[in-house]
């Protein structure tokens, strides 16, 4: 091709990576862009960036995402994060080199469009070459030759004494040879003059010392070091559109493209369009691509076929149509056109954490005969309120459901199918807020549109997904074992415990218990439970367990019942109540004042879109906690962590009285200094939080050591009926 010009960095510099300093955002050294969004350094960059004092350490990082800067042909910086995916450890050879020593991150954003890898070819003596400080800055460009390459180290030498030689902060950068317009190795160290025996000061220039002189990794010892990792994938790229096999759709594509854009005029207008859309450089003196050289980048380039139909779909929808078939011959063309793409994940980062947190169900139900690998659905960071954490796992999402072809469901004669991807967006709009959902209305009616979905299939899809929303939203369904809990201490510092026990299957609660007040033991009071409990499972589906909720004072918020366990007949069949049932805490008591009734109420209301509040040691006192519930009127869900116990039991009793209807800690004092049990279950959409917390106490059994902490979950439900009690009101005096 000759009208599409090459995409590869080319002339006077490639674009660079700035991997910066994570304490004070300095460059440290420098990296070199790899084919689908990856870029190669050295590790002992890496070490840098993270402060390690020994550079060369050959441990992985246990911090694996760094903020870095990615900068463009034109120099301009864009700030992106990175997340280490090979690591292959400096591993000293001698007192001056060293093997290994190389890294490969992948971004998480997408990057802009013009910026692209440069081609890489082998280091040879004699290769004049540039470099650059990890600042990218143009006035550090540093001149030099090869000297010296033996396949495993390239020595590389400074020209005279003027201009800028290579120094610290170029590791890792990119040994450019303008002349072939390539990257031949990356810089690894600079030999610098010896330095005074007793001061480790450097000492004084003289001739005999080495100067200007360098040495880097050639291109043939990356590719190698690479290969015994068992990571030569990272330089895998889509084979170049001007060579190989042609692809199976260039043939059709190049007759639609003849029908529909003989006019070279309009083909021209079209192919400008289409490579300012995806990043391409082309002719500029007026002329028109072949039809040929046009078809070979829509099977070179993903996002050329949908930008090129975007472009065409407002005059001339039939040869979109076409276009679209013939594309599907292919295996290269993806789903959306850039501004597409950029569009859905702009949208979906506005998506609050609470419901991110429920995408793998969302997808589930959007997809339900779709087989999907477990390993893009598992893990507990969709809800991160890390913001880069969940748009890491959205993209790579995004990317693997632009592949699926679409669903089962009949369309009219001529029309397409709606593509998983558009059906998932449609079941996570009736899922968000109006800010998000409305935008996710809006990009699915313009992408469906373009592929050819008639109206009604879209709009049977949205009915489908509001009907399964609606269902998310409906009140639980499992009954709920009410008991009302009063401790009493013995003489001997035990305690015994006074029930009453009520069920509620719907219709209110009823009293089931009629042992009066009598004291029981923990073992009596979890075998009076779950005799309740067991008739009621011969009603309930598979996949519904019972709730038990706890009616307690404010004493009573920390009683351990969740670990309450009966050894059942003949110590057969142990019974854990809270690692076998979701068990929650309510103190009503707390919840009598008026001042905070609306309160609750509204925040009831945002429960799978209203977020959540931290309170730590950093939040202050009882101030500092009301002041962060007043300036969050939305958030149902608090969590309180790393306090210590006296004051946790002042801030869960103020959460609860301010409103807040859900709130998570951890009964462990370990907790104190940060408890795993709240950071784990703290990312879990609220609504789901009972049978979290449940399955985490159940670890604990099984993996103690691994699963630390005693989760205690307040579940206060505006409009749920109780039991009528005599309760003092804690706000009287």
Not at 419 to 437: F, M
Not at 453 to 482: F, G, K, S
Not at 695 to 723: F, K, M
Request: glycine share 10%.
């Amino acid at each position: 091709m000759d009208w599409f010009l090459p995409v590869r960095s080319t002339g006077q510099r490639p674009a660079t990576v700035s991997v910066l300093s994570q304490s004070d955002r300095e460059a440290v050294g420098s990296g070199v862009l790899l084919p689908r969004a990856r870029f190669l350094t050295c590790a002992h960059v890496i070490n840098c960036a993270l402060g390690k004092e020994n550079t060369i350490c050959a441990e992985r990082p246990a911090q694996e995402t760094l903020k870095v800067l990615v900068h463009g042909p034109d120099g301009e910086p864009h700030a992106c994060t990175a997340r280490l995916a090979v690591w292959i450890p400096p591993g000293a050879a001698n007192g001056v080199e060293w093997d290994g020593d190389l890294a490969v991150l992948e971004f998480v954003e997408p990057l802009p469009r013009d910026v692209r890898p440069p081609r890489w070819q082998a280091m040879a003596e004699g290769q004049f070459v540039r470099a650059w400080h990890g600042s990218g800055l143009h006035a550090t460009v540093a001149t030099a030759r090869v000297t010296s390459c033996d396949g495993r180290i390239g020595y590389v030498d400074g020209e005279g004494l003027t201009g800028v030689a290579i120094d610290h902060g170029y590791s890792g950068g990119p040994l450019w040879s303008g002349d072939a317009g390539a990257v031949v190795g990356l810089v690894a160290a600079a030999l610098t003059p010896p330095r005074h025996p007793r001061y480790g000061t450097p000492l004084a220039y003289s001739p005999e010392h080495v100067a200007r002189r360098s040495w880097g990794i050639p291109w043939q010892r990356i590719r190698a070091e690479l290969a015994r990792a068992g990571a030569e994938h990272v330089l895998d790229e889509p084979a170049p559109a001007d060579g190989g096999a042609v692809d199976p759709a260039h043939r059709a594509l190049a007759a639609v493209l003849g029908r529909a854009l003989a006019d070279p005029v309009r083909r021209a207008d079209c192919a400008r369009a289409v490579a300012a859309r995806c990043g391409h450089h082309h002719r500029a003196d007026g002329s028109a691509p072949s039809v040929d050289e046009f078809a070979r980048l829509l099977t070179a380039d993903g996002r050329a076929l949908p930008a090129l139909t975007e472009v065409l779909h407002p005059a001339a929808p039939g040869a979109v149509a076409e276009l679209l078939a013939a594309g599907r011959m292919s295996g290269v063309p993806r789903l959306l056109s850039p501004a597409e793409l950029d569009e859905l994940l702009a949208l979906l980062g506005q998506v609050p954490a609470a419901t991110a947190a429920r995408f793998p169900s969302v997808i589930r139900a959007a997809l339900p005969l779709a087989e999907l690998p477990g390993a893009l659905l598992a893990g507990a960071d969709w809800g991160s309120p890390d913001a880069t954490v969940r748009m890491a796992r959205i993209t790579a999402l995004v990317e693997y459901l632009e592949g699926l072809r679409g669903d089962s469901h009949p369309v009219p004669e001529g029309t397409s199918v709606v593509p998983g991807l558009l059906r998932v967006a449609v079941y996570v709009a009736a899922l968000s807020p109006s800010g998000p959902r409305d935008g996710l209305h809006g990009w699915s009616t313009a992408v469906a549109a373009r592929l050819g979905v008639h109206e009604a299939a879209l709009a049977e899809r949205r009915a489908d997904a509001h009907e399964w929303a609606e269902r998310q939203r409906a009140p639980m369904a499992a009954p709920r074992v009410l008991v009302r809990l009063t401790a009493h201490p013995d003489h001997d510092g035990t305690h015994h415990y006074r029930l009453r026990l009520w069920c509620d299957e719907g219709a209110g609660p009823r009293r089931v218990s009629d042992g009066g007040d009598r004291p029981r033991s923990a073992a009596q009071a979890a075998e009076d439970i779950l005799t309740v409990i067991e008739p009621l499972h011969r009603a309930l589906p598979a996949g519904i367990r019972p709730v038990i909720e706890l009616i307690v004072d404010r004493e009573g918020l920390e009683v351990p019942v969740d670990q309450w366990e009966w050894p059942g007949p003949a110590g057969l069949l142990p019974g854990v109540l809270g690692a076998e049932y979701p068990l929650v805490v309510n103190c009503p008591e707390l919840l009598r004042g008026e001042r905070f009734k609306a309160a609750r109420r509204h925040r009831w209301e945002r429960l799978d879109d209203g977020g959540a509040v931290h309170i730590d040691r950093s939040t202050g006192g009882k101030n500092g906690v009301y002041g962060l519930l007043m300036d969050h009127l939305d958030a149902p869900l608090a969590t309180v962590d790393g306090v210590p116990a006296d004051v946790r039991v002042e801030i869960v009793q103020l959460c609860l009285a301010m409103g807040v209807p859900v709130v998570v800690w951890d009964r462990d004092k370990a907790g104190e200094s940060g408890s795993p049990a709240v950071r784990v279950v703290a990312g879990t959409p609220p609504g789901r939080l009972p049978e979290t917390v449940r399955a985490y106490r159940a670890r604990t059994l099984g993996r103690p050591q691994a699963s630390l902490g005693r989760p205690v979950l307040a579940w206060a439900e505006p409009g749920r009926e109780l039991p009528q009690l005599e309760l003092a009101d804690p706000t009287e005096p």
